[in-house]
């Protein structure tokens, strides 16, 4: 039954990347060409100030998950229902807070931007997106995570790839339309109000539960410690646009925000793995499979350091092709940011990496035992950000990124070695030196293709085909001669999988 769900959970999660990397691709192109750089940066820019309610679900979620297991485990329907009123509540109480932090953003950014923008401009446009994040985030948030803890992730992605594709629809008619950048953002965000509804009709019909139940305020003891983790990552995960807002221009943010638009697509692609698999190690640590968690550990930090080494090697090969065919015509800011290009995707693979790590201590429930790891990583990417910004501009910013992350990878693996699987950590500095060198290889090859003039997407799919077999060969090869034992046993695994869908 794991093995169904997972399945299900990684085609569907995967289709979902697929929608949002599609749709993050033709918004801002079109933004850009409709309305400019500067408009592009702004959107990017309040997108990022508002995204500590989207990360919610990250933070206090995580908790909500961790409690939910072995509730789920146990099928304890008085257990699960108290559990999500307590969720609920607390939920209820952190949207009013967000309420006042819009109202603060819009009255306070359009006093940090400087870019010829009417202040009443920007003060709608932060309240427009607002109610987007609260249409996207907030509506129907506890019993996504019901569905994430119950191995059924593939319910939410579903819906909400239906809600992309027609928000994208929207948007794209708008603004070929040369309607207002506000009404544009307005009528897309009306589309995510539906999947709340859709997400509460199923979950009455498929689970029983009890609404007029008590809270159980021992569920979320560790909400602090949660939102502590999120409160990190929200500092960490959203310093660099803020410190380019604050330091630089605005046009920097819209070259930021085009570089990050690939980097967190690949990044999204590879979390898909991670999101899909906590669940089941959240049900294997409720009930107590020790060895069964190992051994799967084993054979997922193997899947996921290949899919995180191939698709960062490639797009470290394809990102300044791609970005010059992308704003080709663009005159208004220099999109051509080799240097900032690899630090910044150097950067999302070390957080890709952490991720196997990650989904272990968030299924066991540590937050308290590494909250500290993950203010430390926010003051890093923090301070080493303003200290770089003058001197080195947008590569200062990825430095302090890139630096940040590492540290916190290696901090998580090591807790994880020594705290919960009791292994070396040697383990994690072999995989690591492993798949370097399939990185260094892959470049080496790629050297000896026939050069191509990329002007268009066509040749540019031409290259990256050739660049992505060379990345998947080279990468399956090595580690599958030195992991020999991992190769098997994941594709024991993918035969159970695919012997029980079918």
């Known amino acids: 039954m794991r093995s169904k769900k997972v399945l299900a959970n990684v085609i569907t999660s995967l289709l979902l990347q697929f929608t949002l990397i599609v749709s993050g691709f033709i918004i801002p192109w079109l933004i850009i060409r409709t309305y400019g750089s500067s408009v592009n940066g702004v959107i990017a820019s309040i997108t990022q100030f508002l995204g500590f309610f989207a990360l919610l679900e990250g933070g206090v979620g995580g908790v909500v998950r961790s409690t939910l297991y072995k509730s789920l485990a146990s099928k304890d329907v008085i257990a699960i229902s108290r559990i999500l009123k307590s969720a609920e509540k607390f939920f209820r109480r952190i949207s009013y807070v967000f309420i006042i932090y819009l109202l603060v953003i819009a009255i306070g950014y359009p006093y940090l931007v400087s870019d010829g923008f009417d202040k009443t401009f920007t003060f709608t446009l932060v309240i427009i997106l607002g109610i987007k994040t609260i249409a996207q985030y907030f509506f129907g948030i506890t019993y996504q995570i019901l569905l994430q803890a119950d191995q059924k992730s593939y319910v939410t992605s579903f819906l909400h790839i239906i809600a992309i594709i027609f928000s994208t629809i929207i948007a794209t008619v708008l603004i070929n339309l040369d309607t207002s950048i506000h009404i544009v953002q307005l009528f897309?965000?009306?589309?995510?109000?539906?999947?709340?509804?859709?997400?509460?009709?199923?979950?009455?019909?498929?689970?029983?539960?009890?609404?007029?139940?008590?809270?159980?305020?021992?569920?979320?003891?560790?909400?602090?410690?949660?939102?502590?983790?999120?409160?990190?990552?929200?500092?960490?995960?959203?310093?660099?646009?803020?410190?380019?807002?604050?330091?630089?221009?605005?046009?920097?943010?819209?070259?930021?925000?085009?570089?990050?638009?690939?980097?967190?697509?690949?990044?999204?692609?590879?979390?898909?793995?991670?999101?899909?698999?906590?669940?089941?190690?959240?049900?294997?640590?409720?009930?107590?499979?020790?060895?069964?968690?190992?051994?799967?550990?084993?054979?997922?930090?193997?899947?996921?350091?290949?899919?995180?080494?191939?698709?960062?090697?490639?797009?470290?090969?394809?990102?300044?092709?791609?970005?010059?065919?992308?704003?080709?015509?663009?005159?208004?800011?220099?999109?051509?940011?080799?240097?900032?290009?690899?630090?910044?995707?150097?950067?999302?693979?070390?957080?890709?990496?952490?991720?196997?790590?990650?989904?272990?201590?968030?299924?066991?429930?540590?937050?308290?035992?590494?909250?500290?790891?993950?203010?430390?990583?926010?003051?890093?990417?923090?301070?080493?950000?303003?200290?770089?910004?003058?001197?080195?501009?947008?590569?200062?910013?990825?430095?302090?990124?890139?630096?940040?992350?590492?540290?916190?990878?290696?901090?998580?693996?090591?807790?994880?070695?020594?705290?919960?699987?009791?292994?070396?950590?040697?383990k994690f500095i072999k995989r690591v030196v492993v798949n370097f060198s399939a990185v260094i290889i892959v470049v080496i090859v790629s050297k000896f293709l026939p050069e191509i003039v990329i002007n268009n997407y066509f040749y540019w799919i031409i290259y990256a085909c050739q660049i992505t077999v060379i990345a998947v060969i080279v990468t399956l090869l090595i580690n599958s001669i030195i992991y020999y034992a991992d190769l098997i046993g994941l594709v024991n695994v993918l035969k159970k999988m695919i012997k029980r869908k079918f």
């Not at 809270?215 to 502590?228: F, N, P, R, V, Y």
């Not at 001197?391 to 070695?417: E, K, P």
Request: hydrophobic content about 50%; charged content about 15%.
């Open 188 to 426: 897309s965000a009306g589309v995510f109000i539906l999947k709340p509804i859709a997400l509460h009709l199923y979950i009455k019909h498929k689970y029983k539960i009890i609404t007029n139940c008590d809270e159980d305020k021992s569920a979320l003891k560790q909400k602090w410690d949660g939102i502590g983790h999120h409160i990190a990552y929200f500092l960490h995960n959203r310093t660099d646009i803020v410190v380019l807002t604050l330091f630089t221009n605005i046009k920097e943010v819209s070259v930021y925000s085009i570089y990050m638009m690939v980097a967190v697509g690949i990044r999204n692609v590879t979390t898909t793995f991670s999101s899909a698999i906590e669940a089941v190690f959240g049900d294997m640590l409720a009930k107590r499979e020790k060895e069964s968690l190992e051994n799967n550990f084993n054979i997922f930090e193997f899947l996921f350091f290949m899919i995180t080494t191939i698709l960062f090697t490639s797009a470290a090969l394809l990102i300044l092709p791609f970005v010059s065919v992308y704003t080709k015509g663009v005159t208004d800011a220099n999109y051509f940011r080799p240097l900032f290009a690899y630090i910044l995707l150097a950067a999302e693979a070390a957080y890709c990496i952490r991720l196997p790590y990650h989904s272990v201590v968030i299924a066991a429930g540590h937050f308290k035992q590494t909250r500290n790891g993950a203010f430390l990583e926010a003051a890093i990417n923090i301070v080493l950000s303003l200290i770089l910004v003058n001197h080195f501009g947008i590569i200062g910013v990825a430095i302090g990124t890139l630096c940040s992350m590492i540290f916190r990878t290696v901090q998580y693996a090591n807790y994880l070695s020594k705290n919960i699987l009791n292994r070396s950590i040697l």
